[in-house]
Nanobody, 116 residues
Framework: QVQLVESGGGLVQPGGSLRLSCAAS????????MRWIRQAPGKERELVAD????????RYLDSVKGRFTISRDNGKNMVYLQMDSLKPDDTAVYYC?????????WGPGTQVTVSS
């Protein structure tokens, strides 16, 4: 069965860094666009970053450009989000998301809290 297993969330002080990881199984990972999506309480979901199936094209939410980096390893069925210079406004549940031709899969989400 399809699984997206996330790790790496936690509590960090402003200016700190975290690296989120997502391990995929049960589908042809290399054919899917992968995304990181976040949601804070009472706020809309935001597309944080995405990466093309081959890893050659990336896109970012304006507010995270220059601070976050999405990457993938198709040989390991893994996608990552390196988050640097974290701000309190980055606090949210972060979800790993796979999409191809209308088929989509979600991870369970991992909490990221940025606070002093």
């Amino acid at each position: 069965q399809v699984q997206l297993v996330e790790s790496g969330g936690g509590l960090v002080q402003p200016g700190g860094s975290l690296r989120l990881s997502c391990a995929a199984s049960g589908f042809t990972f290399k054919n899917y666009v992968m995304r990181w999506i976040r949601q804070a309480p009472g706020k809309e979901r935001e597309l944080v970053a995405d990466i093309s199936a081959g890893g050659g094209t990336t896109r970012y939410l304006d507010s995270v450009k220059g601070r976050f980096t999405i990457s993938r390893d198709n040989g390991k069925n893994m996608v990552y989000l390196q988050m640097d210079s974290l701000k309190p406004d980055d606090t949210a549940v972060y979800y790993c998301y796979a999409v191809r031709s209308g088929r989509e899969y979600w991870g369970p989400g991992t909490q990221v809290t940025v606070s002093s």
